[in-house]
Structure formats: C-alpha cells, structure tokens
C-alpha cells in the first residue's frame, strides 16, 4: 500500500526493518508493479536501488506494463534503463507497448519513448498489433502517426479479418490517415531507416548513440 499510495519514507522505513522487496500480493503484484502503477517515480527509483526485480516472473502484469498502461513516460525511462523487457507479454494486454496503445487518451511521449527504445510495434497478442488497439480504444491520430512512423503494418488483420482502419470505422480520422497512408507507400529513405533500426536490436537506444555517424543522421535513425 505505501508503495502504491507513493509514500517514500513509510517504503524506506519498512525496508530497512526487512521486508522484502520483491514480496508478491495476493494479487500477485510486487512493490515495483504498486509503486509504477501509482506514478511514483521516488518510489520505484527506492525500490530499483534497493534490488526490485524488474522482470519479475510469473505476474500477470509487469512493472513496465503497469507504467506504459498509464503513460508514466518518466517511470518507464527509469525501467527501461533498469533493463525491462520491452516485448514480455503480459496475460491481458500483451506488451508494454499494447497497454501503452490500450489507454482511451494514450500519452504520445511514452509511446514514442518505447517506440525509440526498441519495442517491436507490430508485436501480436490475441492477433492484434498496436495499431488495432489504438482503433479499438481512442482512434489517437497522433499515436497512430507515430506507429506508421515507426513501421506499424496497416494491412495486418486481426482473428476477425479487420485491419485497425476498419477497427476504427469509416468516419472517423484515423480511418482517413490510414487511407492516406495505404495510398502512399513508404519512401527508401524511410525503409533504410526501419531497416537500421531493425539491425540494432533492442537496446537500439544506446547502440545508435554509440554510431560513428554525424549527429543529424543519428537524430533521424532515433
């Protein structure tokens, strides 16, 4: 409770005086998950310090899962560099990215974060992408902008033949940037771009920065 309520000092006092940090709930929640679902950053950066494990096994959902889900950009950049999983299913939304994509107004900033960060963007989970989650949830034209940006596949259909245009319905302006988009193939430079990305893997991030290149190229492959 204290860690998902974002109380610090009540979290530090109990650790000290022993309790375990990965302790599970009834729930099967650990303190991190709590204290990611909550928002608190002082709280999962006590925890990370004092040995949370960040892919924990065997829960329903993990702690980045819980931060993406609420758009806690600054919590999943803590995660992140903590070495989280970036493309663990979860047992209800699929990955970090899913829930990110499952919120009625999805933060951009985080999607954009984990897009960067090397989260596969057409990643399955009961044969649906992001994409067709966006549809389903918010219709976001700009988290839908972002996901084409990043390589999303508007053709994808999911278990009932419908693709996220038509997830989204024929009125509404999802469905109109998708249209466009269908009609206008991506241009080689942008495929080079997705290619590279490809190549780095996940930890791109870090390995992009690391390039040998001038800086204006590495702005573009980020």
Known sequence: MACLTGDQHITRFLLEHGAWVNAQSIDNSTPLCDACAG???????????????VNP???PATPLHEAALRGYTDIVALLVTAGADLNV??????????????????????????LRAGASVNA?????????????????????????????????????????RQLAGPSSAMAKVLAAHEKCPPSLTQCCRLAIRSQLGPARLQHITQLEAPSVLIGFLQ
């Open 39 to 53: 928002g608190s950053v002082d709280c999962v950066k006590l925890l990370l310090t004092s040995g949370a494990l």
């Open 57 to 59: 096994p065997l829960l």
């Open 89 to 114: 299913n979860d047992l209800h939304y699929g990955t970090p990215l899913h829930a990110a994509c499952s919120m009625q107004a999805p933060s951009a900033e985080c999607i954009k974060f984990l």
């Open 124 to 164: 399955i989970k009961n044969h649906k992408t992001p994409l067709h989650y966006i549809a389903m949830y918010s219709k976001s034209v700009e988290a839908t902008q972002l996901l084409l940006a990043y390589g999303a596949n508007a053709y994808m259909q999911d278990s009932q033949g419908c693709t996220a």
